[in-house]
């Protein structure tokens, strides 16, 4: 665990936006700061910054954030039946073993998510200590202020939490209260889900329908209600999530709100984005504020990128995106028979543009023969590290536009991006509204959530071949009705599959589910007799949640392990 004392610098890690344009804040660091010169306003609005800050995932450099990255793409997505590791077989074996459900306590990913994800705990902690101190003496910020300050920062510490309740469970529970040397020693036998009730509670309470100085980036009201609403969803309280997810879409229209805005550099801060990891290059290239945990995404070999060739969308994946003569989903499994492989193990191939395939596969999912953004035609092979061994797709959100590598990627290394990551967005709480509405009984109100986040999709345009043709038959139809809540329940899953690929939910969806174990066996049965790699694979109640890291354990004997 990081040391519990932190002084916040003023070179912090996070930005914002005022208005559309991105800003940091350049100021660098001149030695540490004294206590004297944190408490007041300016200090304790820097130590606010710096406590969003590990929102991306990073507390300093650029290599080996992964694991904590926002998107979650390894614990959410290479853990399902979404996405493979990618890369080489040998290369990062820690990460195939998650992928495999062979992780033990050793595991460096492990240790990078509890590390990191605490460390946003304690700057939290830090932050609300300082605002309760300058209100019991100095006041030197507002009543106001401070209040929002506090709804800011305890949104902040539940997200962390949350974040690392999913992937360990069982956890220390740190507050502001908490001394440095009780941090050393706190078992966490408690649970601590209460005091992330407690936190999204108060944030919600207490921040404003307007952000802070109308900066993206920042909490507010909505964003506290859609997180509150996710976690009474996580815990099947679907009546209290259903009211804040219907706060949260009052007056809002997903059905006119591009779907590719939530995955363009340029088109950030949209009216879909609710809680946001920002990103950003640094004026002078450099990128530790940039997306340094989906760099490992980046298109590899002979592509523009040229880094680093992990994160693969699956088979399974690629195909549930077949759609029937009306435009629906195979929801019965069936989408897996006489599966689309692309040019995998192809001496020769044509790609087949007859297939009906829904339009947000070619906006997941490159794969060769299809335009991929400026790039040109997506060429196979030659952009993927080991197709024999990830298979021969590549993934398109973490990517950002050739054309913006000057503005939008580090120098020399454009798999860093200034792209932001979304971690809830309007989308994925009309589709929570739409669960909570069918294990309410009301199937027409899911119904109509469902057909919403369908009919946006319908209007996605096609994506083109060499000669300029639809790349497929491009087909996505609303559902007539819902005969029952059984089917309603399928359907609303599989849309969230389609809808939200490779965005880090899928895992943490399956688990919640209760089918983890039925669905990745089912998967590895059908992706394992395409790629050996993934036969066989064992799933059981332990495989759900991860272990406490071992270097933890070691430093706090009275942590237990799970």
């Not at 665990?1 to 005022?18: A, E, R, W």
């Not at 460096?108 to 939290?124: A, I, K, P, T």
């Not at 199937?443 to 946006?456: M, Q, W, Y």
């Amino acid at each position: 665990m990081k040391h519990y004392s932190i002084y916040i610098k003023l070179l912090i890690s996070m930005f914002f936006i005022v208005g559309c344009s991105k800003e940091f804040l350049q100021k660098l660091p001149q030695g540490q700061l004294s206590d004297n010169q944190l408490e007041n306003k300016e200090g304790i609005e820097g130590a606010l910054l710096g406590a969003y800050s590990i929102m991306n995932g990073n507390v300093s450099g650029t290599w080996g954030n992964y694991a904590s990255a926002p998107s979650q793409w390894l614990f959410g997505e290479v853990a399902s039946d979404n996405a493979h590791k990618g890369s080489e077989g040998p290369d990062q074996p820690a990460m195939m073993n998650i992928e495999t459900y062979l992780t033990t306590s050793v595991n460096d990913n492990l240790s990078s998510m509890w590390q990191v994800y605490f460390e946003g705990v304690l700057r939290c902690n830090n932050t609300i200590r300082m605002v309760n101190n300058d209100q019991s003496g100095k006041k030197t910020l507002s009543q106001a202020r401070a209040k929002q300050i506090l709804g800011e920062v305890r949104l902040l510490r539940a997200h962390y939490y949350f974040f690392l309740w999913r992937i360990f469970r069982k956890l220390p529970i740190l507050n502001e209260n908490t001394t440095e040397e009780e941090a050393k020693t706190i078992s966490n036998d408690q649970d601590i889900l209460p005091q992330i009730e407690a936190d999204m509670k108060f944030a919600m309470e207490n921040l404003t329908k307007e952000k802070y100085n109308n900066e993206a980036g920042r909490f507010h009201v909505d964003a506290a209600k859609a997180y509150l609403g996710k976690f009474y969803l996580y815990q099947k309280k679907y009546a209290q999530a259903l009211l804040l997810f219907q706060e949260v879409m009052a007056g809002k229209n997903i059905v006119d709100m591009p779907y590719w805005n939530n995955f363009d550099v340029t088109k950030e801060n949209g009216a879909e984005v609710l809680v946001v990891a920002k990103h950003g290059i640094n004026k002078d290239g450099s990128g530790d504020n940039g997306n340094v945990g989906d760099m490992l995404a980046g298109i590899h070999n002979t592509s523009a990128v040229g880094c680093c060739g992990f994160y693969q969308p699956t088979f399974d994946l690629v195909n549930a995106y077949k759609v029937d003569g009306a435009g629906l989903p195979y929801l019965d499994g069936s989408y897996r028979n006489d599966p689309y492989k692309s040019d995998f193990n192809a001496p020769s191939y044509v790609l087949d543009v007859s297939i009906s395939f829904d339009p947000r596969l070619d906006y997941n999912v490159g794969r060769k023969g299809v335009e991929y953004l400026d790039y040109g035609i997506m060429p196979g092979n030659s952009w993927i590290r080991q197709a024999s061994f990830g298979g021969p797709f590549v993934g398109i959100k973490t990517m950002i536009p050739r054309s913006l590598f000057a503005s939008e990627s580090v120098p020399g290394a454009a798999q860093i991006t200034g792209l932001d990551v979304n971690i809830i967005r309007l989308a994925d709480v009309y589709l929570m509204a739409a669960e909570c509405e069918v294990e309410l009984g009301n199937l027409d109100n899911a119904l109509k959530l469902v057909n919403d986040v369908r009919l946006r999709a319908s209007k996605l345009p096609a994506k083109k071949t060499a000669n300029g043709s639809p790349a497929a038959n491009y087909l996505v139809s609303p559902y007539p009705h819902f005969s029952n809540a059984d089917y309603a329940r399928q359907a609303v899953r599989f849309e969230r599959r389609l809808e939200l690929a490779m965005e880090g939910h899928r895992f943490f969806d399956l688990v919640r589910w209760g089918i983890a174990k039925q669905v990745i066996e089912s998967y590895s049965a059908f992706e394992g007799g395409i790629v050996d790699s993934y036969k066989n694979l064992k799933f059981n109640g332990n495989n759900e949640y991860w272990p406490i890291p071992q270097v933890e354990l070691d430093r706090n004997p009275n942590l237990k392990p799970n």
